[in-house]
């Protein structure tokens, strides 16, 4: 097993990541919106990680750890705890290279996401929706298979894969100002600044959070990590604490942490799917829902807004009781 | 006023209104997906008039017929009767060259098409769910304005406008052996006759249909126009008859049209967003419903599916009772 301890992923590992990942996923659109941005006072593009295989950006960063493994290492397969788009990723990867996915996950977690895990192959073991109830679980998994451990956003393979999402950004729009990524545990953010601070240093790096589940944002003004055991929020993949990896490229690189209210994300996601036609998941609302509250800092500016991922619910829709 | 009788649009027609249109139009993306590739044994290719402005195909014939009018015919603004994207289209259009719109619309239209219709400045006034009572009563505010009437499908320079949407779909895909659409009035379908018949007469051209308002299948296979007056499914755009001009397209350039139970749609529609991620009407899962009823027919084949509209009522989901 791979020591993911505090290792520091570098610039030429995004690049080859890149390499080793792009024939299994999707180099996803950007979408404009003209209501948006008269809404908004900003130019807004959308990079659309909900088209992403999977469903989701994390495919990216599974992808890059999964076909990074040796084949004897591969031979054990992989493991992993999430509150579901790592899974599904980790999942759809694993099954591309033939390997078992062993996964722990909330019992609570939408059942779209555990059914979409299990159709790619994966193997999941329940915990409770805590993170210390998922990290006892997941010892017992890990112990027993030997698979190799894929943290969902602490390892810098992930990292380096994430990363690539606003590489791709950086070729399709010209002259952003800014990017702003929802922050759950920071894996897109960490890859976000991974990328940008070598590519595009001059672009602001903003990250997104519930103010139900604002770890990052006290973190980030407190000036260490601070973690909380189990947040309530609808935006569900935004419930993770930030880890020693990510804190790196938080603490670093990030302009400032905004916040929005649960009404808040409802109404922008509501809002997405109606004007922009998309499905995608409460938590890549929080971004559109801070832009919206914080119009002085964007107003006038070309702001690249990560679309996380569209793995939704359908049957419980939060704007429907 | 126009008469539009039984005018038959042109090739060229459908060439200048392209011309006419693109500065106020989008050229929509085509999606393909590997999940309906496998479970269809086709390959699909899914044009996305959900993401056109105004949220349906239909902006094309409305704003060529609107961008076509002489100054005089204009100041006297537009009108029309339309169960919702027609009138969202003409309201986008006239408000674009800045000419009054009226509009006449069932009061049990979706409430987030009237809000759009008044959105983009069009003025409503309401009748009963029937085509009786909407002609009546659109005679009655006809009468009143002398703006100049825009058919929803019947008027030539609709038709002209629509057949834009496949002249770009050839370009955008190569070789393909069919395209099907959802039929209501025929207003896409005859677009697609238009511009295939002469661009690629090779390519099959099927339509769907609601078993529940399935006027045009009966009428396909009777050789004659069959109209019901008040149909109900959950297809809201599809409850329109064919009229004279459509009826000249369907019957001379249509392969088949298939038909599609309300299950089976409504569980084409849910899962065309859980695995594309796209918001779509019920209308626009026709065309799948009726693929995946009919294999033998599209196996192996490359097709093109139109996604016509994605204006939802996002408050009442079809398969949330």
């Known amino acids: 097993m791979k020591d993911t301890g505090t290792d520091i992923p570098t610039y030429d590992d995004m690049l080859a990541a890149h390499e080793r990942i792009k024939p299994y996923i999707h180099r996803t659109p950007v979408l404009t919106s003209s209501y948006f941005n008269e809404l908004t006072g ?5 990079k659309c990680e909900n088209f992403q295989k999977a469903g989701a950006f994390k495919v990216r960063g599974a992808t890059n750890a999964v076909f990074g493994l040796s084949d004897e290492m591969a031979a054990k397969g992989v493991a992993t705890h999430s509150s579901g788009n790592h899974a599904l990723s980790l999942s759809y990867a694993a099954g591309r290279r033939g390997i078992p996915c062993h996964v722990v996950m909330p019992r609570t977690a939408p059942q779209a996401k555990k059914d979409a895990v299990q159709g790619y192959g994966g193997q999941i073991t329940e915990c409770e929706p805590s993170t210390s ?32 999402c606003s590489r791709e950004l950086m070729e399709q729009v010209d002259g952003l100002d800014a990017v702003i990524a929802p922050i759950g545990g920071g894996g897109m953010v960490s890859g976000t600044c991974l990328t940008l601070s070598t590519l595009a240093p001059g672009v602001k790096i903003y990250a997104a959070e519930p103010e139900q589940a604002d770890d990052a944002y006290r973190s980030f003004k ?42 808040e994300i409802v109404e922008a996601m509501k809002l997405t799917w109606k004007r922009m036609k998309i499905v995608m998941e409460a ?39």
């Not at 900003?42 to 959308?46: D, K, R």
């Not at 971004?287 to 991922?309: D, H, M, S, W, Y």
């Open 222 to 263: 407190a000036g260490h990590i601070i973690a909380d055991d189990a947040p309530v929020t609808v935006a569900d993949g935004l419930k993770v604490p930030l880890k020693e990896n990510t804190w790196h490229f938080v603490s670093n690189f990030v302009t400032d942490i905004f916040t929005a209210s649960e009404d």
């Open 42 to 46: 900003a130019e807004l593009f959308f």
């Open 133 to 164: 109830s998922r990290e006892e679980v997941f010892a017992r998994v890990h112990a027993e298979t030997g698979a190799d451990f894929v943290h969902p956003y602490n390892d810098p393979r992930v990292i380096a894969g994430q990363g690539t």
């Open 283 to 321: 938590s890549c609302a929080v971004p559109l829902a801070t832009i919206l509250k914080n119009p002085e800092t964007f107003r006038g500016k070309r702001v690249g807004v990560i679309i996380t991922g569209g793995n939704v619910d359908l049957d419980t829709l939060p704007w429907i009781k």
